[in-house]
Every structure is written in structure tokens, then in C-alpha cells.
């Protein structure tokens, strides 16, 4: 079956605009994590949808980062006035929690310049 | 509050021997642990994770992993190393008894297999 899909898969921006990154998770996984992943660095934690329940956004770095997710299925991650330390690549997964195993998009590659 | 530390950068060893990742962690209430592995020009796919039962976890291409609650670490190892083993390797920590679903990863430790 379909992986995560995410798109686009890079993205180049000025500083200042906005962007919009989507992600479209395996089918029938309640769980979505949006992580960002800067040059030579680990898995940053952004964002966290589960079901119905109140997203997890603890991991958000500023008011500038916003995500929202239609029911079960896709998720966009927006970035308002994009600034160059939010050059990364932006990772989206899915889950089946009774499984504890993340699926992992390829990522966007987010380039402000 | 969850961390989880790969207090080495990059890992060197030679084709054909024992290889060994480091991983320690930190959480308030029971770890599940996880290793993902990052190929050149590919997504993260998950290798193994200990939930509960045995500490020592195998899970795919011969890698294993050591769980030490005393010394709160999930070692990631492999008997015989291989060049296609060269890749990007990150340590994830979940606290079970949190109510949430919610990952901490480690900062990445590069494997280079030499042949």
C-alpha cells in the first residue's frame, strides 16, 4: 500500500512569505507527527495529532507555526512570515499507536532564502 | 521531562566487525525505546523498539539492542557489520506512563562501514 506522502517535496521560499507543507498519511493511522530536521541535526518534535483528541503542540517553536488535520487524514504544517532559520526539512509520520511504530514521509526540504 | 542522548556524532568500523551504536535516555515514567535508521536519499525507517519482556531486542537486517534499566541505555548492535550498514542512526524514547504518544529523538549518530 501507499506510504506517507508529502509535498511538496522542496520548497523555495523568500523571507517573510508564507508556505503550506501536506502531508497524506498511510490510511486507517489515527496518529500524525509533524518533526523539522536541520542540516547535521536530530528530529525536532513540532506537533503531534491523535484521533479526535487536542493536538500536542508543545513542540511548535513560535506563533509563526501552525498545523491543522482533517479527521483522520491529511495534515497541513504552515509557516507564517518564514524567517532562514526555518530552512530544514520538515518531516512528516503516521502511526497506528497499538503498534508504536512510525511511518515516515520523505520530507520536504523548506529553503528561505 | 523526556531526553534522550547519542553522545557520539559519528561511529567508524571496519567491514566484518562487531558494531556498536550508543543510546541513554531519560523519563519520568516507563521507556519504550526505538531505533531508526536513515539512508542516504531515503526516509526514516523504524529498525527495532522495546516495549517490555527481554532486554536484549533483534530487529531487522541483524541489528539488536540492549536495553540496561540501571544504566537507563538501549545500546544498538550488530555481530558483523556491513558497507550498506552505513547510514544515519537515531534513538527514540516514548514515556509510557505520560498519556501520550509523544517521541523524543536523539541528535543522530553517523555508522561509517569501511571496507
Known amino acids: 500500500g501507499a506510504g506517507v506522502s508529502q509535498s511538496p517535496s522542496n520548497k523555495v521560499t523568500e523571507k517573510g512569505k508564507d508556505v503550506e507543507l501536506r502531508c497524506d498519511p498511510i490510511s486507517g493511522h489515527t496518529a500524525l507527527y509533524w518533526y523539522r530536521q536541520r542540516l547535521g541535526q536530530g528530529l525536532e518534535f513540532l506537533i503531534y495529532f491523535q484521533g479526535n483528541s487536542a493536538p500536542d503542540k508543545s513542540g511548535l517553536p513560535s506563533d509563526r507555526f501552525s498545523a491543522e488535520r482533517t479527521g483522520e487524514s491529511v495534515s497541513t504544517l504552515t509557516i507564517q512570515r518564514t524567517q532562514q532559520e526555518d530552512s530544514a526539512v520538515y518531516l512528516c509520520?503516521?502511526?497506528?499507536?497499538?503498534?508504536?511504530?512510525?511511518?515516515f514521509g520523505a520530507g520536504t526540504r523548506l529553503s528561505v532564502l | 521531562a523526556q531526553s534522550v542522548a547519542q553522545p557520539e556524532d559519528q561511529v567508524n568500523v571496519a567491514e566484518g566487525n562487531p558494531l556498536t551504536v550508543k543510546c541513554t535516555y531519560s523519563?519520568?515514567?516507563?521507556?519504550?525505546l526505538f531505533w531508526y535508521v536513515q539512508y542516504p536519499n531515503r526516509g526514516l525507517q523504524f529498525l527495532l523498539k522495546?516495549?517490555?519482556?527481554?532486554?536484549l531486542v533483534k530487529g531487522s537486517y541483524g541489528f539488536e539492542a540492549e536495553f540496561n534499566k540501571s544504566q537507563t541505555s538501549f545500546h544498538l548492535k550488530k555481530p558483523s557489520a556491513l558497507v550498506s550498514d552505513s547510514a544515519l542512526y537515531f534513538c527514540?524514547?516514548?514515556?509510557?506512563?505520560?498519556?501520550?504518544?509523544?517521541?523524543?529523538f536523539g541528535t543522530g549518530t553517523r555508522l561509517k562501514v569501511l571496507a
Open positions: 509520520a503516521s502511526s497506528l499507536v497499538t503498534r508504536d511504530i512510525q511511518y
Open positions: 522495546y516495549i517490555t519482556g527481554d532486554n
Open positions: 527514540a524514547v516514548r514515556d509510557a506512563d505520560s498519556g501520550t504518544y509523544k517521541y523524543i
Open positions: 523519563v519520568s515514567g516507563n521507556p519504550y
